[in-house]
């Protein structure tokens, strides 16, 4: 049985049939249905993927941003409402370390969330990139 990947109008569908007899065959409908699949994604082609060579040095195309992902932990440490401060707070306007919380402080803490990790992330544009 073999599988192969066809673009119509854009889109990609999976087509499956028989008569793949022998593993080289197979392996290069696996490696035409990669190449069609990094098409879609907007990536280089599969024997391209591995490892570039740039300036002397070898650099991981598909290294991954971490930015995000710690940006938005450590956030959400930091701004979860009543751990270190809470806006509005119960009895006043802001309280420090109530540990405590309220339905407005949510909602408060969820919008500056939203604006600091939006900022950091795409208007300053940090980026986190781990790899050998």
């Excluded at 300036?55 to 991954?64: A, G, K, T, Y």
């Excluded at 409402?81 to 407005?104: A, C, D, W, Y």
Aim: net charge positive; glycine share 8%.
């Amino acid at each position: 049985m073999s599988r192969t990947l066809e673009e119509s109008d854009g889109q990609f569908k999976v087509v499956v049939g028989y008569g793949c007899e022998s593993r080289e065959k197979a392996l290069v409908v696996w490696k035409e249905m990669l190449n069609l699949l990094y098409k879609a994604l907007d990536m280089p082609d599969y024997n391209a993927c591995k490892y570039r060579t740039k300036r002397s040095s070898i650099l991981r195309i598909n290294m991954v941003d971490w930015a995000p992902i710690l940006l938005g932990l450590l956030l959400f440490i930091l701004l979860s409402p009543g751990l270190i401060f809470q806006i509005p707070g119960n009895t006043r306007h802001v309280e420090f370390g109530s540990f405590t919380t309220n339905g407005k402080a949510v909602l408060v803490h969820t919008l500056i969330f939203f604006v600091v990790f939006t900022l950091l992330t795409l208007a300053i544009g940090i980026h986190i990139y781990t790899g050998k």
